[in-house]
């Protein structure tokens, strides 16, 4: 199975080349969305030579990013990495795992067993259940942490998602995807389709350096849009 890693990056000069360096070499490929940075994130990440390919994204917001990377890589499988060093590559192996036993996504989860956060604030863990909780009500799904970005995916099944085309030149502010919202999309389009989800245990570290590119309040409210939205349009 060819894996392709797909990890979206802005302003992350200081922590693309660790990341990349902890991605196992077997990996098929690794691609770095960068996502109109004002630092050297798009040089520095060409510069390691584990990575295969480096795009300047064409729009903005991370669902943007993923999906310019979904449509540029070729694997079977393919996983999001966060560039901070928040999700873990050394958890691959989990997810693939997952995958090889049948299902069609796999979803990290920092709150089953063997899961945790090192950054997840009380607030922002709150929201986080009341969007758990609301998805589980209307895909009939048990699902534990629906806004974690940490996901693999089979090729058939990204496919029919229809996500390959959220990157569209000239586009200067965020639309319907091309957020944060994508990790909640993503979860709820699949369970649309009947997508064999699995959760795997997954524990968030700290960002490495930097700041946070996520805005609690109003990425909130567009995973709460997306998972009504998908449910009923």
Sequence with gaps: MKISVIIPARNEAKNIYNVIEQIDPS???????DGNSIDSTFDVAKSHPKCTKVFKQRSVGKGAALSRGFMESSGDLVITLDADGSTDPA??????????????????SRNIFGGGSDDLT????????????????????????????????????LNKLNLSNLDKENVEKIT?????????????????LGANIKEVPSHERSRWSGS????????GFRALFSIVKEKFY
């Design 27 to 33: 990996v098929f490929e690794i691609i770095v969305i």
């Design 91 to 108: 958890e691959i192996p989990f997810f693939v795992r997952a995958i090889n036993e049948g299902a069609d996504l796999a979803k990290g």
């Design 122 to 157: 009380p607030f922002r863990n709150l929201g986080n259940l009341f969007l758990t909780t609301l998805a589980n009500w209307l895909y009939g799904t048990k699902w534990t942490d629906i806004a974690y970005g940490y996901i693999a995916i089979r090729r058939d099944l």
């Design 176 to 192: 319907y995807g091309s957020g944060f919202e994508i990790e909640s999309l993503i979860c709820c389009r699949s369970a649309k």
């Design 212 to 219: 946070s590119n996520l805005k609690a309040i109003p990425d």
